[in-house]
Every structure is written in C-alpha cells, then in structure tokens.
C-alpha cells in the first residue's frame, strides 16, 4: 500500500511539481497610475512625492529586481523584493528640475513578470522664477507654496493639506 500511494505522490509531482513551487501561477505587476505630471518646480528644489502604487494581480510572486527614476526624477518606495498575489507596495515619486522648461523621464520596474520593466512615464516643468500653480497631490495651503491650479482645490488632511479635484 505505501508503495502504490508513493507512486501516486510522484506522478502528481511529475504532472504538477513538486518543491514548494506555484502550480501554474504567474505574477504580474501593475502600476498605477501610468502616468504623473508634477506642474512647475523650482530649478534645483525637489517636489512633494507623488505616489505610485506596484500591484501583484498575477497568481505567483513577484520578485521585483530594481526600481529606477531617469535624470531629474527621485524615488522611494516601500516595496520588498518580492510581492505576494494580491498584495501592493507604494513607490514614491518626485521632481527635482535641473534646468528651465518641459522635462520627461521614466519610472522602470524590473522584475520576473512578462513585459518587464512595467513604466511610468514621468512630466514635469523647471522654472527659475518658481511654481505658478500646484499640481493634483502637491501640498498648498502654506504662505510660501502657491495656490492650487484650475480645477483644483485644497484639501486638509492630517498634518497637511493637499491639492485635489
């Protein structure tokens, strides 16, 4: 009898694997939002962090091999180097021009889900003279920051108060 149940065990394992391992599973990471836009900073001065959020819908998980901002784009995150199904981490974002005018970058994660590296793609706009508006998520309500842009109001939160629709 043990021998014909050990049978069976090693043809499950042939069929389906053996080891600790998913049965057929596969991560897949998301990022959201797909895009952020950070209005006017200051040539040299870093924004307040927008946040980006890394989610695991796949079945598997995700083993997260780096996280990179391109020139004049900063990150910091919360995310371990791997993330289970169905769990998130939050990546942080912010802008520090480093010259006047329209500026693009990326945010690339890299890691064992198909279409590696996900990306964000990263605006923002360098002024030496200073923001004229804030910007969805950017703080306001203090003198020395400016007003919310059009469309956009300011909205207390616990410590802060914060641009928002």
């Given at each position: ?13 042939l ?9 057929g599973?596969s991560?897949?990471g ?8 950070f209005?006017v900073e ?8 927008l946040p ?8 598997a ?16 995150n919360n995310c371990?180097?791997t993330?289970a199904?169905?769990?998130s981490c ?5 802008f ?7 500026l ?13 590296p996900?990306?964000v793609?990263l ?14 998520g950017?703080?306001?309500?203090a003198?020395q ?7 956009l ?5 616990s ?7």
């Open positions: 009898m043990k021998k014909y149940f050990s049978l069976i065990l090693c043809g499950l394992c069929l389906n694997g053996c080891g600790g391992g998913s049965l599973g991560p897949n998301t990022l959201s939002p797909t895009s952020l836009a209005g200051v040539v040299g001065a870093a924004s307040q962090p980006i959020a890394l989610t695991n819908s796949g079945t998980t995700l083993s997260i091999a780096s996280i990179a901002a391109t020139a004049n784009f900063g990150q910091a371990l180097s993330l199904p169905g769990k939050t990546i942080n974002v912010t520090t021009p480093s010259a006047s005018g329209t693009n970058g990326t945010l690339s994660v890299a890691d064992n889900a198909t279409g590696s996900q990306t793609s605006s923002g706009n360098g002024s030496v003279t200073g923001p004229s508006c804030s910007v969805q950017q703080e306001c309500g003198a920051l400016p007003a919310c842009c059009s469309g109001v300011c909205v207390p939160a410590t802060r108060a914060f641009c928002e629709p």
